[in-house]
């Protein structure tokens, strides 16, 4: 509870009890995630279940996207040595027939299956250090991190 009132000087050190912090950064932070979060619920897609809920799929659509569209980006990593952001084309149509539930979990996962088989024939040719430098990956993902939490609204 909040209860402002004016205290004479000389009745202070009596008088005074509480202690107000004020977190900008942590005030804004919760701010935005609080608006994201209503925007997140008034912009949600309320049919996303409706067809594990029919009993017509058993698995979630989304997450079997997800997972195709980092096994391509991966694909691509042992190719290239560059991740894709941003589908389209032939990759895209896949990936959106999945989300959209007009592949059975079957496909899908013959789908994943070969895009696996092409990553390790793809090994002994890709331009990617054997192992990780942990040290290395640690510290970015701590600048990535501190990047992302003083980001401004």
């Known amino acids: 509870m909040i209860a402002c009132e004016s205290i004479p000087e000389e009745d202070e050190s009596t008088r005074f009890a509480g202690f107000l912090l004020y977190n900008e950064q942590g005030w804004r932070q919760a701010f935005a995630d609080h608006q994201n979060y209503w925007a997140w619920r008034r912009d949600r897609n309320e049919s996303r279940w409706q067809q594990q809920e029919r009993g017509e799929l ?39 027939s999945i989300r959209e539930g007009k592949l059975s979990f079957d496909e ?46």
């Open 58 to 96: 058993d698995f979630d659509t989304k997450n079997m996207m997800h997972t195709v569209r980092l096994l391509l980006s991966g694909r691509s990593l042992m190719k290239s040595g560059q991740p894709i952001v941003r589908f389209s084309g032939h990759q895209l149509a896949l990936l959106m």
């Open 108 to 153: 899908i996962m013959s789908v994943a299956q070969e895009i696996l088989a092409d990553c390790e024939r793809l090994k002994a040719t890709a331009d990617l250090p054997d192992i990780c430098e942990s040290a290395q990956a640690t510290t970015l993902l701590r600048e990535i991190t501190e990047h992302w939490e003083k980001r401004t609204l």
